[in-house]
């Protein structure tokens, strides 16, 4: 392990880190920084949580003067939150420095950030919508860029944003330094991506497993009507610091917060149907320990850092083993253990094997938890606060009274009565969710397996694009932006090509990247397609009957 002192990074810089805390370089920050320093292009791939932030901002914030007043480097998020987050996260590495960073994105007041730009940033960091509509009207200009970075780059490239990635990247002069960034990176998004980028090195630190190490993972089969039930008591059982809970869509997002919260937990629900006002206010309380359970669409799979989230559990399955990957991983971060429940319902299990072959990680069944353990996790938590109280608190005020309930009453039924107040149990209030169908594994076509060595279709996910039946058209922004609960499919991503198999380019599996500068491959890798019922074996499977998108509301990303 390499200390940050060892890049040969600028004092001011140094200081900064060193106030984050950071002793140690990660694997990835080892590998990818100095590359970067020296202006190389760059796919970077590494486990959720492993700081790639700081991977790509570190040299990102070096090669910046500050006394430039032009706008030198961008980067790309797919999501307003997490454009913030990584927002701030330049700002402590160039405080400093004293460069300037600023964060663009949408449902935020216009006239704001164009006060903010006024300021002359060095860095924008923003969702592709919002820069759009600024690069329109005029208040940012991309002539002087010299880095762009895409976080969650397979995110940023797949359908729902490329083409507003194009018109961006169009307007960057050739002469720049590309960097992608994800925790997963789908070959095809890869080829997709070498369009962006010259001669890129591959930094790839993935192991084995491509979710983090420290999670441990487990699943519940339950049938969709008692899901809620499980959810309760395994909120119970587990007790976590902070949790978040992935469910399917808006509607499904809202229904659960306001289950939660009727039965005395505390929780609220983030999905882009919110106001950014919402948004913010949800996060703030999350980040700062005032609700316990984030309820979430996948708008916060992707990047977000939450130091103490202990649990994340699948409500829902995800549609793609990489959202799969992305949602665990907002536990298990930055060296800390965590822990990943999903609910799967009899009829998901399929989709349930494709995510373990394709993460080429068992996920651990485990029995529902049953009422007594429940709980047995919720008094024990209840006592843990209580003796907390009883070691820490000032108790004075408090003590008249306890002795006069104790000269009246029977101390054991007197202390049980305070501990059923302070669980807040209000089990009995009566909790009825929408159903939700099963998501299932789609079968795709099998001309383009790994084997045949075939490119497939239309090249992958272009095909989609421009191929037949993708007349929706600007439906895919619509789509992500306001896909009302329930109906929120982002944007026939997968019907959209009228064929079963011009999708699946998806084909040669996660790792053993071809010039990858570490020598992580780890042979075949998954072999399947993305949302096929793959089969390791390379035997093609079965063409869909009908290609219904079963996609979730992958809504709301940006505006
Ligand atoms: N060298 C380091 N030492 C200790 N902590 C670090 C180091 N680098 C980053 N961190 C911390 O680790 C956490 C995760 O970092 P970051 O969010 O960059 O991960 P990531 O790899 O981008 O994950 P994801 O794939 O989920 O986006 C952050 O809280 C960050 O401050
Ligand atoms: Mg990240």
Do not use: C
Not at 334 to 341: M, P
Not at 436 to 458: L, V, Y
Not at 483 to 495: E, L, M, P, V
């Amino acid at each position: 392990m390499k200390t940050f002192a060892e890049f040969g990074l600028e004092p001011k810089v140094l200081q900064a880190i060193t106030e984050l805390g950071f002793e140690e370089a990660t694997p990835i920050q080892e590998q990818a920084i100095p590359l970067a320093m020296a202006g190389t292009d760059l796919i970077g791939q590494a486990q959720t949580g492993t700081g790639k932030t700081a991977a790509f901002g570190i040299p990102l914030i070096s090669k910046i003067a500050r006394e430039d007043e032009r706008i030198l480097a961008l980067i790309m998020t797919p999501t307003r939150e997490l454009a913030i987050q990584v927002a701030e996260e330049i700002g402590k590495l160039t405080r400093f420095k004293g460069l300037r960073s600023l964060a663009i994105y949408g449902g935020q007041d216009i006239g704001r950030q164009i006060r903010g730009l006024k300021r002359k940033p060095q860095i924008i960091i923003g969702t592709p919508g919002r820069l759009l509509d600024h690069i329109n009207r005029k208040t940012i200009r991309l002539d002087d860029v010299q880095t762009i970075v895409l976080d969650e780059a397979d995110e940023m490239l797949d359908m729902g944003f490329m083409e507003d990635i194009q018109s961006i990247l169009k307007l960057v002069p050739e002469e720049r330094q590309t960097m992608l960034f994800s925790a997963t990176m789908p070959p095809n998004i890869q080829r997709l991506a070498q369009q962006f980028l010259k001669n890129p090195q591959h930094v790839s630190v993935i192991p084995k497993q491509i979710s983090a190490p420290l999670i441990d993972q487990a699943y519940v089969e339950v049938p969709e009507r008692q899901k809620f039930e499980a959810l309760s008591r395994l909120i119970d059982m587990e007790s976590p610091d902070l949790a978040i809970v992935f469910g399917r869509t808006k509607r499904r997002v809202d229904e659960l917060a306001e289950g939660l919260q009727k039965r005395g937990y505390s929780a609220d629900g983030l999905h882009g149907d919110l106001s950014q006002n919402q948004r913010d206010a949800v996060m703030r309380k999350f980040r700062d320990g005032s609700i316990d359970v984030l309820v979430a669409t996948d708008v916060a799979a992707r990047g977000l850092d939450v130091s103490g989230v202990t649990h994340v559990i699948n409500f829902d399955l995800p549609q793609d083993p990489e959202s799969y990957v992305h949602r665990i991983g907002r536990t298990g971060r930055a060296g800390k253990e965590g822990t990943a429940w999903s609910f799967v319902t009899p009829r998901e299990m399929d989709h349930l094997h494709l995510i373990e072959r394709v993460t080429r990680h068992r996920i651990t069944r485990k029995p529902l938890p049953t009422m007594a353990e429940a709980i047995e996790g919720k008094q024990r938590i209840t006592a843990e606060r209580l003796l907390a109280m009883v070691e820490d608190a000032e108790l004075n005020e408090y003590k008249g009274i306890a002795i006069q309930l104790l000269e009246q009453y029977d101390s054991v039924q007197l202390l049980s009565a305070a501990m059923k107040l302070l669980t807040g149990d209000n089990k009995d209030a009566q909790i009825e969710l929408t159903p939700e169908d099963p998501i299932r594994a789609k079968r795709r076509g099998g001309k383009n397996d790994i084997r045949s060595g075939r490119k497939p279709n239309g090249g992958g996910y272009g095909g989609n694009r421009t191929g037949p039946g993708s007349g929706s058209g600007g439906g895919y922004r619509g789509n992500r932006d306001n896909a009302s609960s329930g109906g929120g499919y982002r944007g026939n991503r997968d019907n959209a090509s009228g064929g079963g198999s011009t999708r699946g380019g998806y084909s040669s599996g996660y790792g053993g990247n071809s010039g990858s500068t570490s020598g992580s491959s780890y042979g075949g890798g998954y072999k399947g397609n993305r949302d096929g019922a793959s089969r390791t074996d390379g035997r093609p499977s079965s063409r869909p009957s009908s290609s219904t998108s079963t996609r979730p509301a992958k809504q709301d990303f940006d505006a």
